[in-house]
């Protein structure tokens, strides 16, 4: 692989309760290439989204980042990054799409402004310029710049969705983290959003670390993926191997409890 975008190396977090710790990610290591579609998969609470938070540097108490882990981020170490340093990083590096994402858009500002926000905090721009390139984002998206002056109610879910991800890639970081990003929205949005972002990542080269409980769509559209099972990382391979011939038994069995006719369609898709 040529120089990883993002690499964990022996990752543990724990949550640290009044009574006893939680050890929700041991030991983890995976690398993601540049331009790569990596999917996290696993059932609930297997600790993928405590992963997407500590790469994102977003993660808070009671979560601790056990000594000795490591998460480098375009060979820079995140976990040493200072304030300072931190603000930089965040939208520049890494971007993070929420599974609620569309509902944290602030519902007082314009969408136009919500841009502005993110693009006047890191570099010095004029309204105008703001403006231009608020556009163009949003036409990566595919919605019509029309939208700037609209406020986040006048949106569809799906449209809202669509500009946080437009908002994300403000200032083209190299990796985007989507947290269950679609999970509110109805399946053919859902797709349709994925497609897009895929289609994105192969014209803005920025890679993606993909978490989402449908694992039909994360075979579609993932490169490589990850199967964790109560915090460890059991299985790693490219989506076709891991899918055809999974070697990890949980691997085995996450697959058999996907719906008969998602997995007719994968094989047709990917084949
Ligand atoms: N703030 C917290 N305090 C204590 N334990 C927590 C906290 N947040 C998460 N956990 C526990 O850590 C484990 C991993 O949670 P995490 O949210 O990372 O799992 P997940 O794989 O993303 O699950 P899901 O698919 O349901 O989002 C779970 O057992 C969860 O209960």
Not at 58 to 86: M, Q
Not at 106 to 123: G, K, S
Request: one cysteine or more; hydrophobic letters at 40%; charged letters at 25%.
């Amino acid at each position: 692989m040529s120089d990883p975008v993002l690499s964990v190396r022996n990752l543990n977090i724990d949550y640290i309760g009044a009574q006893k710790d939680f050890h929700a990610v041991k030991n983890v290591s995976f690398d993601i290439a540049p331009g790569e579609f990596f999917g996290l998969a696993g059932e609930s609470g297997c600790g993928k989204s405590t992963i997407a938070f500590a790469v994102s540097r977003l993660h808070r108490p009671p979560a601790l980042i056990r000594a000795g882990s490591e998460i480098l981020v375009g060979g820079r170490d995140v976990l040493a990054l200072d304030e300072e340093a931190l603000r930089s990083f965040r939208w520049r590096e890494v971007a993070m799409v929420f599974q609620s994402a569309m509902n944290s858009l602030n519902p007082v500002l314009t969408i136009e402004a919500q841009f502005y926000d993110v693009l006047r905090a890191h570099t010095p721009i004029s309204r105008t310029t703001a403006r231009q390139r608020a556009a163009e984002l949003l036409k990566l998206v595919d919605i019509s710049p029309d939208r700037l002056s609209s406020y986040p109610h006048q949106c569809s879910g799906g449209m809202r969705q669509r500009i946080v991800i437009a908002i994300c890639l403000a200032l083209n970081p190299k990796l985007l983290i989507m947290d269950e990003p679609t999970t509110a929205l109805d399946v053919v949005v859902q797709r349709e959003i994925l497609q897009r972002i895929d289609t994105l990542r192969k014209q803005l080269g920025f890679s993606v670390l993909f978490i989402t409980h449908d694992l039909g769509l994360m075979v579609q559209v993932s490169d490589r993926i990850g199967i964790m099972l109560e915090g460890e990382l059991v299985e790693v391979n490219d989506a076709q191997t891991i899918y055809r011939s999974p070697k990890h038994d949980y691997t085995r069995r996450l697959w058999a409890s996907m719906p008969k006719l998602h997995g007719e369609q994968i094989r047709e898709v990917r084949s």
